[in-house]
């Protein structure tokens, strides 16, 4: 009887309540829609960041030499190559030159081969010069510069940040003896086991452990802020439980002079109470959906064309339980402060 009562007075049209309890499911529904948009774009964002250092600057994990084969034979379903890198200068601007070849994985759109050098797409000219420290007949590392034609050009996850300061040349033109293996597709139980077995190595997150630690602190400071606006959503509950429980003034007295007890009306009004919330919630998840494609478009607006967007169902769980906890503790206190009112007064005023 419980439930059917709250699910009678959630929207009831007595004394035009039902009004009132539109307009506090649908701030709940806009509040909702807020912080699940806002937090979708902002895991996006930060989610994509880290995937693209992964995926195109720094990997998994470096070994140092070329241990493709035994990493291949180790790790099957990963992603295995060997590489070097040499600082150069090219048109009077620092450039990283990627020795490459066939099995790099690095995470780039090239048009063109690699029989010559790869260039951005920014870039230019047809030939590049390149002056690069080399080792000499003498042992020592002298400064060689060299010709090279331009065979591709090539586009990467993280756009412009690496694309301005990397070129490709093929593997076999390297004459030094650093070569590196990447791995792509191991974590980091994974790399201590080699760091075990004796392999030297680093991990992306030492690599880029400066900008590491800083998504990690942009990522606390989102969710503090989300934390404040989650406080101002509670702060709305309490004004608008009060003027839910309020407004049943009339009906609580109703249903005390047919004989209910007072248990059972108090149960019935807060759940009534939680209805209307998740009324709004679910309104809310569902407006968040619509609002993906105008999202998406604004995302896309900034350069962002292979932006995604997926729905955070994880925080709506999190963020419906705490917001139905915290309408319960609001219910009950606007329920025991509301039982303080007389009966004859109430009558008298409804």
Excluded at 86 to 98: E, K, P, W
Excluded at 188 to 207: C, F, I, M
Excluded at 296 to 321: D, N, Q
């Amino acid at each position: 009887m419980i439930l059917r009562l709250s699910l009678r007075y959630s929207f009831s049209g007595y004394n035009r309540h039902r009004l009132r309890s539109i307009r506090i499911a649908v701030a709940t529904a806009l509040s909702a829609t807020v912080l699940l948009t806002v937090i979708s774009i902002m895991g996006y964002l930060q989610d994509t960041r880290m995937e693209s250092i992964r995926d195109t600057r720094s990997f998994d994990a470096v070994i140092d030499g070329d241990v493709s084969a035994a990493m291949s034979s180790r790790f099957p379903s990963a992603s295995v190559f060997p590489y070097a890198e040499s600082d150069a200068l090219v048109s009077g601007r620092t450039m990283t030159i990627r020795f490459i070849d066939s099995r790099y994985d690095g995470a780039l759109d090239i048009s063109g081969d690699l029989s010559g050098i790869v260039v951005p797409y920014s870039y230019p000219a047809d030939m590049v010069s390149a002056a690069m420290l080399r080792r000499g007949r003498s042992g020592a590392m002298l400064p060689q510069s060299h010709l090279y034609e331009v065979s591709g050009r090539y586009s990467s996850r993280m756009g412009y940040e690496f694309d301005s300061v990397h070129m490709f040349l093929p593997l076999s033109l390297y004459g030094g003896d650093d070569v590196v293996t990447a791995v792509k597709g191991i974590d980091d139980e994974d790399a201590e086991a080699l760091r075990r077995d004796g392999y030297s190595l680093v991990t992306w997150k030492e690599a880029e452990a400066g900008l590491y630690s800083a998504l990690l602190i942009e990522k606390v400071l989102m969710y503090l802020v989300l934390s404040l606006l989650f406080a101002v959503i509670l702060v709305s509950l309490r004004s608008s439980a009060a003027s839910f429980f309020a407004l049943k003034r009339g009906e609580r007295a109703e249903l005390m002079v047919l004989g209910l007890g007072r248990g059972s009306i108090a149960a019935s009004f807060i759940l009534s109470y939680l209805y209307v919330l998740a009324s709004g919630l679910a309104a809310g998840a569902m407006l968040a959906v619509l609002l993906r494609p105008l999202a998406l478009r604004v995302i896309r607006s900034f350069g962002l064309y292979g932006a995604e967007l997926a729905f955070p169902l994880g925080t709506f769980i999190c963020l419906s339980l705490l917001m139905a906890a915290g309408a319960a503790v609001i219910g009950i206190a606007e329920e025991k402060a509301e039982r303080k009112a007389d009966l004859m007064e109430v009558l008298r005023n409804e």
